[in-house]
């Protein structure tokens, strides 16, 4: 009769949509015996943002001692279909961290193009002890002589593994008269 009519799609049944099959789809509308047919586009699921939801388990770390230890961090990565994933932080890219600058850092993550941030801190190395590595050339001394003290070598011990040969040390406990003395080296 020439008429029409719009139905509730919930009425009919549409076939051949497939959400994983990224492209063009033609899909079937049948309804009371009839066909129809339309086109849909399926984009495929692309990384639209990241970020570091939980930040590595280690933050601090030691002058010249520590290197990045990215575990226990964890990135969530958003898509455009509205869907996340989460990572681990060790699967992205960092970059920035120095162990040889002090203080607060803030560390770049990349992944698939996206960036996200996090900070750590980087403590200075702190002085354990020192020690006379050499003893000076000149142990004996005619009363009333000067203490000597080429040929000593005072090294720095550190708390971070390191250590280095110093010169900024002071001497004491040194008297020239007769007997033996202690020699303190600060």
């Known amino acids: 009769n020439d008429t029409t009519e719009v139905i509730d799609i919930s009425n009919a049944t549409v076939a051949g949509f497939d959400n994983t099959k990224v492209g063009e789809q033609t899909l079937t509308v049948t309804y009371n015996g009839k066909t129809t047919t339309f086109k849909v586009e399926i984009i495929a699921k692309s990384l639209v943002s990241i970020a570091v939801t939980k930040n590595p388990t280690k933050v601090e770390y030691l002058e010249a001692k520590d290197l990045l230890d990215l575990a226990g ?14 990572i681990k932080l060790s699967e992205a890219t960092v970059t920035g961290f120095d162990n040889t600058k002090i203080g607060e850092q803030t560390l770049i993550v990349i992944y698939e193009g996206n960036v996200s941030m996090f900070k750590v801190n980087v403590i200075a190395k702190t002085l354990s002890s020192i020690a006379v590595t050499t003893k000076p050339s000149k142990l004996t001394y005619l009363e009333g002589g000067s203490f000597d003290k080429s040929g000593m070598v005072v090294t720095a011990y550190y708390n971070n593994g390191t250590s280095e040969v110093i010169t900024g040390y002071t001497v004491s406990g040194y008297s020239s008269t007769p007997g033996t003395k202690t020699i303190t080296v600060s």
Not at 76 to 83: I, K
């Open 73 to 86: 961090g964890k990135l969530t990565l958003t898509y455009n279909n509205g869907t996340t994933k989460e």
